[in-house]
């Protein structure tokens, strides 16, 4: 049985945004398979302002397929058959157009506006370190400024980003875990740049694990994926 549609309509703001699967019949490399289609129309649906065709079809698991994000922000989200769930945010003003978009992966999460106007969301990868396999995922954290002409989502690390890095850390902490998730859980403490935190849960997480696990030289390998360096040795205590 193919999966039901997740078919998404949000109106906000005098528009009204449709993100509906559709089989494709153009020729092409898509003709016969189910597609998505965006369209943003004035909320009398009336006067259309924008529309896509996209491989990506409606849908974002437990997320909403279409929410405002805050501010100017509207945020579609769609998949490719249950992988690579992946968020596009439309800015409202003048009129609804597209201004970034970021890959989740395998697990979509939501998107927050601060009071500067600084979106943030968690993104969980895999396969990010050679010869990591299995069940590692790795957080990033990614920031777009919304006050800028052209906005994009990049990686952010430190201060701003830490409540969504810690929030993972005590997520992989509370399933009691480490030998399988010490490789994130360290990832996630070096991220967050509060220094104290980390040399503290980094000297706990030492302890749990078997003397062949090398934490200080796993830490000195995050670099390698664009996390800052750590020296477990520095840790006072």
Same mark, same amino acid.
């Given at each position: 049985?193919?999966?039901?549609?997740?078919?998404?309509?949000?109106? $906000?703001?005098? $528009?009204?945004?449709?993100?509906?699967?559709?089989?494709? !019949?153009?020729? &092409? *490399?898509?003709?016969?398979?189910?597609?998505?289609?965006? $369209?943003?129309?004035?909320?009398?649906?009336?006067? #259309?302002?924008?529309?896509?065709?996209?491989?990506?079809?409606?849908? /974002?698991?437990?997320?909403?397929?279409?929410?405002?994000?805050?501010?100017?922000?509207?945020?579609? /989200?769609?998949?490719?058959?249950?992988?690579?769930? !992946?968020?596009?945010?439309?800015? =409202?003003?003048?009129?609804?157009?597209?201004?970034?978009?970021? *890959?989740?992966?395998? #697990?979509?999460?939501?998107?927050?506006?601060?009071?500067? &106007?600084?979106?943030? !969301?968690?993104?969980?990868?895999? *396969?990010?370190?050679?010869?990591?396999?299995?069940?590692?995922?790795?957080?990033?954290?990614?920031?777009?400024?919304?006050?800028?002409?052209?906005?994009?989502?990049?990686?952010?690390?430190?201060?701003?980003?830490?409540? =969504?890095?810690?929030?993972?850390?005590?997520?992989?902490?509370?399933?009691?875990?480490?030998?399988? $998730?010490?490789?994130?859980?360290?990832?996630?403490?070096?991220?967050?740049?509060?220094?104290?935190?980390?040399?503290?849960?980094?000297?706990?997480?030492?302890? #749990?694990?078997?003397?062949?696990?090398?934490?200080?030289?796993?830490?000195?390998?995050?670099?390698?994926?664009?996390?800052?360096?750590?020296?477990?040795? !520095?840790?006072?205590?």
């Amino acid at each position: 049985m193919p999966a039901a549609a997740q078919n998404a309509v949000l109106t $906000h703001a005098g $528009h009204t945004f449709s993100y509906q699967e559709s089989l494709e !019949t153009a020729e &092409g *490399d898509l003709q016969g398979e189910v597609i998505g289609v965006i $369209h943003v129309t004035r909320e009398d649906g009336l006067v #259309s302002i924008y529309q896509e065709k996209t491989a990506l079809r409606p849908g /974002c698991g437990d997320e909403p397929g279409a929410e405002y994000i805050g501010g100017d922000f509207v945020a579609l /989200c769609g998949h490719l058959g249950g992988r690579h769930y !992946t968020k596009t945010l439309f800015r =409202l003003s003048p009129e609804p157009a597209p201004v970034a978009q970021l *890959d989740y992966d395998d #697990s979509p999460a939501p998107i927050g506006i601060d009071r500067h &106007g600084v979106l943030r !969301t968690r993104v969980l990868r895999r *396969d990010v370190f050679a010869g990591v396999t299995g069940p590692a995922y790795f957080p990033f954290v990614y920031a777009l400024d919304g006050a800028a002409a052209k906005p994009a989502f990049r990686r952010e690390f430190g201060a701003a980003a830490r409540p =969504l890095y810690r929030d993972y850390y005590e997520t992989l902490k509370r399933e009691g875990k480490p030998r399988v $998730h010490y490789r994130a859980m360290a990832a996630a403490l070096v991220a967050g740049g509060d220094r104290g935190f980390a040399c503290r849960e980094l000297r706990a997480l030492q302890q #749990s694990l078997p003397a062949g696990a090398d934490l200080a030289g796993w830490l000195r390998t995050l670099p390698r994926a664009g996390y800052p360096g750590f020296e477990l040795a !520095t840790c006072k205590g």
